[in-house]
């Protein structure tokens, strides 16, 4: 089993900048890929962008060249530094990971919300 636990979510004006932690608990040695995806009212779950133990990113369309995802494998987090933010960013984001068996595993939500 893996706890995701995220922390960072905001209210931010539109240009500003948030920054979303994700810390992992549990059997952390199992993880594989880490990332985040977002749900706004009345949208599927979307995601945002992912990182792989060996620290390959992949990223949504909508979020390439404003956010940056990082992970540090020893601590067992995950961040995503979130620029430029849009009033369409805003949304739940949740941490997930994807232990190497397929297993996945999601956080509660933080909620980010941009707005003047």
């Known amino acids: 089993q893996v706890q995701l636990v995220e922390s960072g979510g905001g209210l931010v004006q539109p240009g500003g900048s948030l920054r979303l932690s994700c810390a992992a608990s549990?059997?952390?040695?199992?993880?594989?890929?880490m990332g985040w995806y977002r749900q706004a009212p009345g949208n599927e779950r979307e995601l945002v962008a992912s990182?792989?133990?060996?620290?390959?990113?992949n990223y949504a369309d909508s979020v390439k060249g404003r956010f940056i995802i990082s992970r540090d494998n020893a601590k067992n987090t995950a961040n995503l530094q979130m620029n430029s933010l849009k009033p369409e960013d805003t949304a739940v984001y949740y941490c997930?990971?994807?232990?190497?068996?397929?297993?996945?595993?999601w956080g509660q939500g933080t909620q980010v919300t941009v707005s003047s």
């Open positions: 990182i792989t133990r060996a620290g390959s990113t």
């Open positions: 549990g059997t952390t040695f199992s993880i594989s890929a």
């Open positions: 997930y990971t994807v232990t190497v068996n397929g297993r996945q595993y």
